[in-house]
């Protein structure tokens, strides 16, 4: 029988998982399912369990159950436990494991489209779960300089705070949206303003060489504005393949180029 994989949700009906991972299955040779799982908001415990007990492989986990999903495992890599969400849950010897790869996945995405990361200075703006689960992973590519700009700044300072051991290499800080300037290499939108359809003014002294929105499919002032400076912009789908292929290769021990399925 093929192994079984999953991505559990709520909703569920939009994600693109099961295409990406059949995909890369087949690029790769490896026998596999992989369906959508559907949890009630107070079902993810139940279902996973379910998932698991009929021999499942492993399950990516989405909206609104990856702090869930970091509540129940017992063994967590170094990266969930700093982003404290996991989207990614395999067993092991009778025990759940869980990662994080959505850092990676952005790291990966970036990298694929040749934009530098070592030794620069990056602004991301949000400061939500998000930008907590980008920072190591960013920092372990070789960024030197963080600022997290928040509309409420209160959330960004305590981001830092968290944060700042984790990255020891790296400087942290937080401003609040209104008070934005300087120069960055890129800067990220890891707000939910696009998925909301909000718009987001960047200021005119703020000066960057990238732009990458974390959200895809929809439409972004904050790209727009970018464009409109001339500058290189990506957007997020990059990063979903990138994090479906860092859960694949820890599943599957294979690792498919991100650059063949963009
Ligand atoms: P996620 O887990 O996707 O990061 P989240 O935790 O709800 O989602 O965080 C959403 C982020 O988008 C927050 O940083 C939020 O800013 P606040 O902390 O001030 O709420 C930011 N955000 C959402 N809508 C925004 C808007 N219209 N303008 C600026 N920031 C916005």
Redo the contacts with the bound molecule.
């Keep these: 029988m093929s192994k079984q994989f999953a991505v559990i949700g709520h909703p569920i009906e939009q994600s693109r998982s099961p295409e990406l991972h059949h995909a890369f299955a087949q690029k790769t040779g490896i026998d596999l399912h992989y369906s959508k799982r559907l949890a009630p908001l107070d079902g993810f415990e139940a279902n996973i369990k379910a998932f698991f007990a009929q021999g499942g492989s492993g399950m990516n986990v989405t909206v609104p159950f990856k702090e869930q999903a970091f509540a129940q495992c017992h063994v967590l890599t170094e990266r969930a436990k700093i982003a404290k969400a996991v989207n990614t849950l395999w067993m092991q010897d009778g025990k759940l494991h869980g990662d994080n790869t959505d850092g990676q996945g952005l790291v990966d995405a970036i990298q694929a489209l040749n934009w530098n990361l070592d030794n620069t200075a990056i602004l991301i703006?949000?400061?939500?779960?998000?930008?907590?689960g980008v920072v190591y992973p960013l920092v372990q590519a070789g960024v030197k300089n963080i600022v997290i700009a928040?509309?409420?700044l209160a959330?960004a300072e305590q981001l830092v705070a968290d944060l700042k051991d984790a990255v020891p290499q790296a400087t942290l800080a937080a401003v609040s949206?209104e008070h934005l300037s300087g120069e960055f290499d890129l800067v990220i939108n890891?707000?939910?303003?696009s998925l909301?359809g909000?718009?987001?003014v960047l200021p005119e002294t703020l000066q960057f060489k990238y732009a990458y929105e974390m959200a895809y499919g929809k439409p972004s002032s904050f790209l727009d504005q970018a464009k409109a400076r001339g500058i290189p912009t990506s957007e997020g789908y990059g990063m979903l393949v990138g994090q479906a292929i860092e859960s694949f290769s820890i599943w599957n021990g294979i690792k498919p180029s991100l650059k063949d399925f963009l």
């Design positions: 703006i949000g400061a939500g779960g998000a930008t907590r928040n509309r409420t959330r949206l890891a707000t939910s303003a909301s909000d718009a987001l």
